[in-house]
């Protein structure tokens, strides 16, 4: 089953004032005595008419198997409920190996039953699957990283259009890469962690972007990083169910990333920057790469601004200065982290390269025993409480 995503307008809340049909640019919207209604087949999702709207009405987005037709809209006299795909309320289980084992081998510092946050929103997970993906077209394909280094990192912006495709911020999706394996099997699955926020990398629009690194003959980082603009793709998903981000705005979030580990952060860091910047919760990223050159986004995390995201940044390469990884800079920052870590609204979040948890918690136990805190019992209760989290690939 493929959804739809159509766009609609409560006629409850629609005060018939039609604003909202002299902004739409391509006429997806008309109405009868009774309602306005907006037509699927016209409506390119724009949102132009959503800001002039006074009253919120047509900022409406369903799931729907099937879309409503205009005259199906006259008829109503509210929105209806149904006819929505799987979501929050009735998850399709996931089916066991190729992508629960992919997820339970990344989680397995943490296991398989720790909770997400207890403020995250509900994802929608396994919507899609490799027997039946939804179809992504390719917006944009950019290398992020510098050109004369050996990690050549590229952010990858999919389009979904009509196509549904729920999402927050700490989930996946599968990229289902064409062709057979040398054996002649249909490609596995290869998880990529979204890196937009969940009102998608533009907001508004039905896309999200993916930060991908080429691995030296890998099918599906390969794969990824030559697509072409207009490129069509198969996905899976979303998947992920409990490494997701806090919605709580006093929810303090420390990340802690290497390499493409960072594509998470990029989205929990946008869902802040739109929508909460007065938050009070703080946003500390620890962050570890050879170079600044091979760093993602280094361009842009640098113009945050400081009251958003305290930016650690750890090279390991960088000649005449002293090697540094992230579990340096975690120590460095050793009162600011206690004083978070003493706090029940403190998130941990790690992510990148499998191996680097050990050291940051190495760290931490180390920041513990300096101010009288106990990580070896600290660390299982944040854990239980869905507020520790490990991703490493
Ligand atoms: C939850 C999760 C999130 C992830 N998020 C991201 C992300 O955001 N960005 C990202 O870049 N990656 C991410 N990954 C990793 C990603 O899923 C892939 O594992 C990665 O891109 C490598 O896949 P590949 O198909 O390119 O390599 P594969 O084809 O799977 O190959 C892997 C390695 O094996 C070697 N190899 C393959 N075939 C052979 C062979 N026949 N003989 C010898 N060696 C061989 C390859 O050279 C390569 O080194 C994530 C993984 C998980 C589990
Ligand atoms: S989203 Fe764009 S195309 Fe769709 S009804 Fe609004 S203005 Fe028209
Ligand atoms: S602009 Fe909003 S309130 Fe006015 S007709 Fe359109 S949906 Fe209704």
Known sequence: MELKRQHLIDPVVCIRCNTCEEACPVDAITHDGTNYVVSYDKCTGCRTCVSPCPTGAIDNWLLVDQ???IDDQFGWEELPLGQTGPGPAE?????????????AAATATTGPSVPPPASAAKPYFNLYSRDTPVTARVAGN????GEGTDSDIHHVVLDFSHNAFPFLEGQSIGIVPPGTDAKGRAHNIRLYSIASPREGERSGCNNLALTVKRVAGGVGSNYVCDLKKGDEVRVAGPFGQ???MPDAPNANIIMI???TGSAPFRAFTERRRRNAQDASGKLMLFFGARTP??????GPLMKLPKSLIDVNLAFSRVPDRPKQ????????RSDDLAALLASADTHVFICGLKGMEQGCDEAFADICRLHGLDWADLRPRMREEGRYHVETY
């Open 91 to 103: 998850p399709a289980p996931l089916p066991p190996g190729e992508v629960s084992d992919l997820l």
């Open 142 to 145: 950019m290398r992020i990283t």
């Open 293 to 298: 050159e091979e760093l993602p986004y280094f």
């Open 242 to 244: 409990a490494f997701l």
């Open 67 to 69: 879309p409503w037709s």
């Open 325 to 332: 990884y992230v579990q340096d800079k975690i120590r460095e």
């Open 257 to 259: 990333c290497t390499g």
